[in-house]
Structures are given as structure tokens and as C-alpha cells.
């Protein structure tokens, strides 16, 4: 959330710095704003309430010139989104300039105390406390803090480019460094970059190589990065089963978990936390480790698991799973652990981010920069990683037969193309999503493997098409959701063929009963569930173990159809950032 981009060199900032907001906005879109030394030495701020459209018709009148400045998306946390809200913030002197992403928890006490020195206060936010707090600090104690950056940092040679990740300086430099907790990067015109802690003690630093590509964050033929990214899922499995799946396809090696044989094999337990969609993954992946290496398994929120003083063992393993790497929840889960002397793998996409620095090891999911918010082939590539995971720890363990082995990784395999087989139903799903966009609530059901999915599903539409939407397990319905069903209720049922299909065609017939409306996913060939549902969407057959994978993929294209006939912005849903760095 927030997305921050900075340049100093010879070229002209501010077409560079908009451009970059623009790949940034899918980490908030409330209000953007710019700060540029102007060519007559001037610090000038420009800002606008709305999306970084509304800042560059703002700063047309304005001189935009200078090759020195730095810019902000937003996701608002203190204060409500508008002018005076927005990034970057004045110091009271005016003097200093300051953008910043993430919350600063006792900023009400500094406030107290600089109000009290006399500093007087523009905005709502906790970034003008600390703009002033530099002020302050600069002037009383003679010290220098003001090129302080905390989440990214790039170079290029010559000239320097900073940014909240990758995606807005990708086209300038491949060649990027990252920045740990608690140090401050200085970059100066003509100097080399300098990493500091806050004690002023140089810190080293190594530079690192994009493997990013400019195609990677364009939408291309796709009306929305969300479908492209759907339809990108066959392709992004592949990458993240290559190099792990050889290529008679009978073996999986996951070089994070036989690097640690010994940890797996003796683990007393397993802890997976995450948040949100990674959540839902986490749901999954409990299922394949219990199922298949007879591991005891607990999932749970990052968000409370930090705070209720859990119950942490030397020989847990804590497995924290995150697409983006920043989630502040998961990164203090993982610290809690790690202090607790537990070993700490991690399972995320963006390449150098803070989890993967934190943990002792790990797996990426290698699907690529994920733009949409609501993300689609994130979940696909965690729930992968997962599979993969899970084997490798049976095989170690010994809790599989290789020809239990062999039989399950041909499977895994074979799922991209058979998600292609699904996305050919999209105009299909298009035509009939159209008949839902009436609904003000939907119903998700699955059991087993497929009640993650259905919450998966239920997130999906919530998040893009503002419908509520809640996923149950589907014995639970007559436990409670089953007094909501009615002829305006929709309800998306997971009936695929496992060995709980009989269970889920009575729950259907309970729905039926009561005037439900159902869309059923089926499995390809299915009889019984057509019969009653009002409308089905096949997938091929596959392990039950895999069925998520499948079953997902219409899953997303309901949500997706109906928020876009809903009129609905899909990549930027109102009130939601993609990456999450506050709590």
C-alpha cells in the first residue's frame, strides 16, 4: 500500500516519476502528488485527490521542470483521501519534502511534543509528524537526515532511481539494491550511495540484477492486468514447477526444503500464517502436508497470531507465505518466530523482498509481477509451491510410495493444460455472470480441499464487485447460512468428484429445496449435480488433492465478469492496496 518513486540525474524527473506512479497505483489510488527542485533551485509540491490522472491534469499549469524529485501514490491510513492529505508533506520551513509509506504508531505523543515547540499542522497524517520531526531534529541537533528511505532503494549508473519496488524504474536500470530494516539509504548528485543505520555506521550493500521486463506490466490485448493475469495461469504454473519437476515428470525437488532434510524430517509441527488470499492457500496447504506427510498443521491469521502469545516450539517450523513479501502482519509473525528459536520458510513472489531476507529458507512462486489487485496466479503459484512442498517432505519422510510419488507429480504437471481447457469457457461465464449482477449477497460452499477455494471464490467477488459474498464449509450451511436461502439468493457450490461429492449433491438438494439459485462447478461429465443446478461450469478431473487449482480458475472469472458488467474498476478496487504494509 502507498507506492513511492524517486529520481536524481541528468534527465528531466517529472515524466519519469509519473510514469513510474502509474505502475504504482495499484498500491493506492486515493491521491498522488509530486515534490521537484525546479531549474530555479525552487521545492515545489504538487498534489491532487483521485488518482494519478487527476495530479498530471493539476500540474499542467505548473513548472514541472527540475531533474531532482520525488513522488506518491496513495492508500490512506490517517486522514481521509484528499488535498491536504496527500503525499509528499512540507516540512513548517519548508525546507524539506517528505513522502512515506507505512504507519508510525506514536505519532500522536510527537505530535503533542512539536506542537508544543510551536510546528503547525497542514494535514491529518502521521507523515507530517515526522516531516516535522526532521525539521526539528535537523535544526536543534545539527544532524543531516534528509534523503531518509526505508523500503527500496535503486541504482543506475550515473544517476539514481528509488522506488516502493521494481515496477516504475525497470526501463532504466536492471540493477537495483535493497534495503534492510532500520537503515537509511543518502544519495547525492555525482556521489557514490551511501547505506547508513540509524547509529550513522555505514552499512554494506550488493547490488542485485532485475530479471523484470517491461512486457511483464503491460496489459497487452487485455481489457484489465486481473483477466490478463488470469489467463496468464497456465504459463505462470509452468515457471513455478520448472526446474522443480523434471522432465519425465515423475519427481519434484524443492531445493529449499532438502537443504534443510533434517528440519523437515524432525519437525514436531508446522505453522503456516498469512492473511487474506495467502490465507486461503495456507488452508490448502494444510491439507496436502497433513494428508501426505502426516505432519500436524495449524494455520493461522498473521495478523493474531503475533499478539496472543502463541505457543512456539524449537522444532516448529513456521512457514510464512506472502505474494508480495512486505505483509507487515506476516513479516512481524515471522520476527515472533524466529525469536522463538523456530526454523522460518518463507513463500513469496517478488524476488529480494523483506520476507525471503528474514527466514532461514524458502521457495518463490515465480509467476511474475501480479498488478491486479485481487490477486489470481499468486494463489495459483502459492498452492503449487505448496503441492510441491508437500511432496517433497513425503519423499523425505517416506510417508509416499514412488509410485504414489510418480502418479501425483504427472498429475501436477498436466494441470496448466487443463486450465487452458477452462479458460476457453470464459465468454460462457461472461454471458451468464450478467444474470447475477442483482444479487446483493452470494453464498460459496465447498468441502475438503474445495472449501478453501470456495472462500478464495467469496473474496474474489467481494473484493472486485463490492457484492457481499461469505464461503462455508457445505455442512456447515444447516448450521446457520441455510436461513438466508431463497429464490434471490445465489449460491456457488464446488461438486467436483472426491469422496465427499454424495455429501455436497445432498447439500445441493437442500439449497433446491429452499428456491436457491446454484452454479455448480462440476467435473467434467457430471450427471447428477446437472441435474439440479441452475447452472454448471466443467473442469477436467484431476486429483482430488489439485482440484483447487482447477476449480479456482471459474471461480475468478464469475467475479471478474460480474464486477466489470457491474461497471466495476476490477485492478483497483475502491478502499484496497495491494501490498499491505501497515497492520
Known sequence: ????????????????????LHRLEYRGYDSAGVALINNSGTLSIYKAKGKVQQLEEFSQQKDISGTIGIAHTRWATHGEPNYQNAHPHFSMSES?????????????????????????????????????????IKREENTDLCRAIQLALQQGEGEFFLASDATPIVEYTKEVVYLNDNEVAIIERGKELRV??????EKSHKIQHLELTISQLERGEYEHFMLKEIFEQPRTIRDC???????????????????????????RRIIIVACGTSWHAALIGEHLIESLCRIPVEVEYASEFRYRNPVIYEDDIVIAISQSGETADTLAAVELSRSKGAFIYGICNAVGSSIP??????????????????STKAFTGQVTVLAMLALTIAKVKETISQKELEGFVAELSQIPDKIEKILEKSDKIKKFSRIFT?????????????????LEGALKLKEISYIHAEGYPAAEMKHGPIALIDSDMPVVVIATKNNLYEKVVSNIQEIKARNGRVIAIVTEGDTQVSKLADFCIEVPDTHEYLDPLLSVIP????????????????????NLAKSVTVE
Request: proline letters at 3%.
Open 1 to 20: 500500500m502507498c507506492g513511492i518513486v524517486g529520481y536524481i540525474g541528468p534527465r528531466e524527473a517529472y515524466p519519469i516519476l509519473i510514469k513510474g
Open 96 to 136: 524539506i519534502a517528505l513522502i512515506h509509506n507505512g504507519i508510525i504508531e506514536n505519532y500522536a505523543v510527537l505530535k503533542e511534543a512539536l506542537i508544543k515547540k510551536g510546528f503547525e499542522f497542514r494535514s491529518n497524517t502521521d507523515t507530517e509528524v515526522l516531516v516535522h520531526l526532521i525539521d526539528f
Open 196 to 201: 547508513v543505520d540509524f547509529m550513522n555506521s
Open 241 to 267: 514447477m520448472r526446474g522443480r519437476i523434471n522432465i519425465e515428470g515423475n519427481n519434484v525437488v524443492l531445493s529449499g526444503v532438502l537443504d534443510n532434510t533434517e528440519k523437515f524430517k524432525n519437525a
Open 357 to 374: 531476507r528474514n527466514t532461514n529458507s524458502g521457495s518463490y512462486i515465480h509467476v511474475g509481477p501480479e498488478i491486479g489487485v485481487a
Open 438 to 454: 442483482y444479487a446483493k449477497n452470494f453464498i460459496y460452499l465447498g468441502r475438503g480441499f474445495s472449501y478453501p477455494a470456495a
Open 555 to 574: 471461480l475468478q472469472l464469475l467475479a471478474y465478469h460480474i464486477a466489470v458488467t457491474k461497471g466495476r474498476d476490477v485492478d483497483q478496487p475502491r
